[in-house]
């Protein structure tokens, strides 16, 4: 394989740039020539494409977001705007194609796999952590970590002032962030759209952890399964605290990526390099048990997301 083209689709992640440097010179040191597509699938179909050298990836993997920007993309679900998308592939040679992305980008992917044969690998770059085949999204510890760091800020001026804080976090369907950050903050409730709750119960719970003497409450609530401003609006009608909302937003989908991302993108960005090298695609990569494994990229997006129970439960032992 002599040309690769390189794209990062969908919702922002930190490490995307650390996955695109690890492609791009793991690329040409195997004496490929690599084109960046910028904005995602609207810049493959709009031919926004660029040919990228090894200075164009210098020091950017220490930056947040993507220096190919990204953007969601409704002509990848018409058969006509795949087959823009391929024309265009076709147009520079592109022999192969590394996707970055989530659920979403990984769908597109299998479209230009199924039906025009196009060699495709996709790396997972989202902060969700929803994707089953793979331990750890790109991007996910660095949202977690950005998540910690807010809450902690939030817990020191809620103490000051006796309050209770419910902070809503992203994750769409999947509750992971709000259940790593809720562990490592010692939150007293986390709310998941995995797992019924009471709002009765978390009300009863702060209200004991009260009378034990503490002074400051913590309730983490994933956007899946219940909006943060409702959670509070609901805790107030039950408690006779001061209680506050906050959402962490978008700020989890910046800032500089953690060390744990920056070398998940490089070991990712090597392995697609490596799998069209051997002309090998239709593929999507991952880590488990801190390996790199890839996986068939038909049979990684029809797998459904299992919640870790396990962890779960952890959570429960040392809150609630």
Not at 2 to 19: C, E, F, V
Request: glycine content about 12%; charged content about 25%.
């Amino acid at each position: 394989m002599k040309r690769i083209g390189l794209l990062t689709s969908g919702g922002d992640a930190p490490g995307m740039n650390a996955a695109i440097r690890a492609v791009v010179r793991s690329a040409i040191n195997s004496g490929m020539e690599v084109f960046g597509i910028r904005r995602g699938y609207a810049g493959l179909i709009e031919d926004d494409v660029i040919p990228m050298d090894k200075m164009s990836v210098s020091g950017i993997s220490a930056r947040g977001g993507t220096i190919l920007r990204t953007a969601r993309c409704l002509e990848m679900l018409e058969k006509e705007g795949r087959e823009r998308a391929v024309a265009t592939l076709k147009k520079y040679g592109i022999e192969g194609l590394v996707v970055i992305g989530g659920d979403g980008s990984f769908h597109g992917a299998k479209c230009l796999t199924e039906e025009f044969g196009i060699l495709t690998v996709g790396i997972p770059g989202t902060i969700d952590n929803d994707l089953e085949y793979t331990d750890f999204t790109l991007g996910f510890d660095s949202a977690v970590n950005t998540c910690i760091n807010a809450i902690g800020n939030l817990q020191d001026t809620m103490l000051s002032h006796e309050r209770v804080c419910v902070v809503e976090v992203m994750g769409r369907r999947c509750g992971d962030i709000a259940l790593y950050a809720g562990i490592a903050t010692g939150a007293d409730a986390v709310l998941l759209p995995e797992e019924p709750f009471d709002m009765k119960k978390v009300a009863a719970h702060i209200e004991e952890t009260r009378k034990m003497g503490k002074l400051v409450n913590t309730v983490i609530v994933a956007e899946g399964a219940i909006t943060g401003e409702e959670c509070a609006k609901q805790l107030k009608g039950l408690l006779p605290y001061d209680i506050r909302f906050n959402c962490i937003g978008h700020i989890q989908r910046g800032g500089t990526p953690t060390m744990a991302d920056r070398i998940l993108g490089a070991r990712l960005g090597v392995r697609a390099v490596e799998l069209l090298g051997s002309g090998v695609g239709n593929r999507v990569i991952g880590i488990r048990k801190n390996a790199v494994v890839d996986m068939d990229i038909i049979e990684a997006v029809s797998l459904q997301k299992t919640f870790d129970s396990a962890l779960y439960n952890t959570l429960q032992m040392i809150t609630m």
